[in-house]
């Protein structure tokens, strides 16, 4: 590629994300002849790829391998074909993040939901009761995919008495420390400028169950109805399924917006750093324990369960904690020999603690 394509192709993607250090990885297929794109959407086999030529549609076909965290998806740089019928994706440079979770399969497989993340926003509806076990697992996948994570508690107008409503918002801040919590109506246009510019540095995607209102967030910072909104039914509050595929959307104010159809399932995939980092007032914690192996479930000297003792830590923090960590850990063991020994061994040891409190309780009976 020329010098005065490269520049072409610079100014062209860059509203995209394309920077320098994406186009030093392309140099070898730029060799090659083949165009620089960013995957904008996929569907079936098949992609729309925004390139300095405009939006190519491509075939994945030489990208298809057996695992399927290796697949092409919203957010990919590809190497893509200058010609063809059918025009094939040859390859995908190396991602800088990727937001993945378990699949509801039973062989635990990951699936990828959007790559090269900056900015993962959990939307929450504040038409429903807040579901905070939900959202410390929401975040929990968005902490491991490495990208910096924000709460949007979206139809806030639906919540008038700003007393209840700041209520709302430190209870979610409680479930998750050193993140971001914003109230916003987007029919009001409350809340909106300050999203615009969390979003407008980078590549955010928008993530949340359906009826979370993350399409309507969508177009408000879009500045136009391009995703499809659905009524909210009287019912219970919440809204409809709407998205039904991954776009990537480039914002008017700058960045780079990625609408993920509603999750109803969020399984997580080995992401044991970003449940600690979800739990980091427990992971302080732990470090004061008489054991370094503390489970926090009887131990002696254990320095959580005292803060759960003097009120420090709510236990409905702990028993989300427990759960989520079980849960990793017995995905983490289906493809980890070392990881499922790890954990007949800590059975065994915590079935050893347990039968040793049973005989001391019994002999003091006596």
């Not at 008489?290 to 803060?307: M, N, Q, T, Y």
Request: aromatic share 4%.
């Amino acid at each position: 590629m020329t010098s005065t394509s490269s520049t072409s192709t610079y100014s062209a993607l860059s509203s995209y994300g394309w920077d320098d250090n994406w186009a030093d990885a392309f140099a070898p297929h730029a060799a090659e002849g083949l165009l620089p794109g960013r995957v904008v959407r996929v569907d079936r086999g098949q992609c729309d790829v925004v390139t300095a030529d405009g939006v190519l549609r491509a075939d994945t076909a030489f990208v298809t391998p057996h695992d399927p965290l290796r697949v092409v998806c919203t957010g990919d740089w590809v190497a893509v074909e200058p010609a063809g019928n059918p025009r094939y994706v040859r390859t995908y440079l190396p991602r800088r993040t990727a937001f993945v979770r378990s699949t509801s399969s039973k062989r635990s497989e990951g699936q990828i939901l959007a790559a090269n993340v900056d900015h993962a926003i959990v939307a929450v509806s504040l038409a429903v009761e807040l579901d905070l076990a939900r959202i410390e697992r929401f975040l929990a996948l968005a902490w491991e995919s490495g990208a910096q994570p924000a709460v949007v508690l979206t139809k806030a107008d639906l919540v008038p008495d700003p007393v209840t409503l700041a209520y709302l918002v430190q209870d979610v801040e409680t479930a998750a420390p050193g993140v971001p919590v914003l109230s916003v109506s987007a029919e009001q246009g409350e809340g909106l400028d300050v999203l615009a510019a969390v979003v407008s540095g980078g590549t955010a995607v928008l993530l949340g169950q359906s009826g979370a209102g993350k399409s309507t967030l969508a177009n408000a910072l879009l500045g136009e109805d391009a995703m499809d909104v659905q009524a909210t039914r009287d019912v219970d509050g919440k809204g409809r399924h709407t998205t039904t595929t991954r776009n990537l959307l480039a914002l008017p104010g700058g960045g780079v917006l990625i609408d993920t159809p509603g999750l109803r399932g969020v399984g997580l995939f080995d992401a044991g750093s970003g449940v600690d980092q979800v739990f980091a007032e427990i992971a302080e914690l732990a470090e004061e324990c008489r054991f370094h192996d503390c489970a926090h479930e009887s131990e002696p000297g254990c320095a959580v369960l005292a803060a759960i003792d003097s009120g420090a830590l709510p236990e409905r923090r702990l028993e989300s904690y427990r759960k989520l960590m079980r849960e990793n850990q017995r995905i983490v063991a289906k493809t980890d020999a070392r990881v499922r020994a790890e954990i007949r061994k800590e059975w065994k040891r915590r079935g050893a603690i347990g039968k040793a409190a049973m005989e001391a309780k019994r002999g003091g009976l006596r």
